[in-house]
């Protein structure tokens, strides 16, 4: 049989799929769909803001309850009380500032799951397949990471707030401004969800085959020595508890994103293992 001397197409693969469908948005589609996201994640920010702003009282007292009290009649301290000793505010619109600022962050806290899912929602005509599959744990692992964190952050932050009290009271007479207190906070709760995610990042760059179980167990005694010497610089307060607390957590985080990604992670089929 004569043969017309064409050979059938082959099939495309996924990567020309994904490309002809990144192709039918135009740069403005892109913008325009940008835009859109970036306005629903300011309004759940904004709605997030003003009921934190509505529960202010609530929240502050909350946050201070790491603060000591004032033992009667003598001005020294004992042990932490639920909003025990008092802030300051040093202007007639710094107490309204500061309640305005702390609504914010509270409402981009509050708004981050949506915010994560808007950007989600925009990057993922952009990824393959297997990278669509990896992000959605990886996102509500990160969430949930972060929220154990800070919630560990404000049960220790005690410590760091008593010790700096006591420091100082015997030579200055201490007026703790509300501007200076909540900074310290957020900061402090800030460090120990970013250092939660300390598993999440390692099992990502062993996912895609950057890190391998074996590098990370040849490099275990420097990783563990640069763990402790940093939780010395970036715990604030100066006290010792914190930089203990910090280092044990780290250590042990290190070791179990070990144990984690020798159970559940194996290298991207699709990436060249370093």
Not at 41 to 52: E, N, Q, T
Not at 212 to 237: C, D, N, Y
Request: charged share 15%; hydrophobic share 50%.
């Amino acid at each position: 049989m004569a043969t017309t001397g064409m050979t059938p197409p082959t099939p495309r693969s996924n990567h020309y799929d994904d490309e002809e469908e990144l192709s039918t948005m135009s740069l403005v589609d892109h913008l325009e769909e940008l835009r859109w996201r970036i306005f629903k994640c300011l309004i759940a920010v904004v709605v997030g803001a003003i009921v934190a702003f509505i529960f202010r009282d609530q929240i502050m007292d909350f946050l201070k309850g790491p603060l000591p009290a004032l033992s009667a009649g003598m001005g020294s301290i004992k042990g932490p009380a639920h909003g025990g000793k008092p802030l300051y505010v040093l202007g007639l619109t710094e107490g309204l500032t500061v309640q305005l600022l702390l609504a914010a962050v509270v409402g981009c806290v509050a708004a981050l799951p949506i915010i994560l899912y808007q950007t989600w929602a925009f990057v993922a005509p952009g990824l393959y397949r297997h990278e669509k599959r990896n992000a959605v744990p990886f996102i509500f692992i990160g969430i949930v990471l972060f929220g154990i964190g800070t919630s560990l952050g404000y049960m220790v932050l005690r410590f760091p707030v008593q010790w700096l009290i006591e420091f100082q009271a015997n030579s200055f007479e201490q007026l703790i401004t509300a501007d200076s207190y909540f900074k310290f906070v957020a900061i402090f709760m800030l460090i120990f969800g970013l250092i939660f995610e300390l598993p999440l990042v390692l099992a990502f760059l062993a996912r895609i085959g950057i890190v391998t179980v074996e590098g990370l167990q040849r490099k275990r005694p420097v990783a563990h020595v640069s763990m402790w010497v940093a939780s010395v610089f970036i715990a604030p307060g100066g006290d010792i508890y914190s930089p203990l607390i910090l280092g044990t957590i780290m250590s042990f985080l290190y070791e179990l994103t070990i144990i984690f990604i020798k159970i559940f992670i194996k290298p991207d089929p699709d990436v060249d293992t370093v």
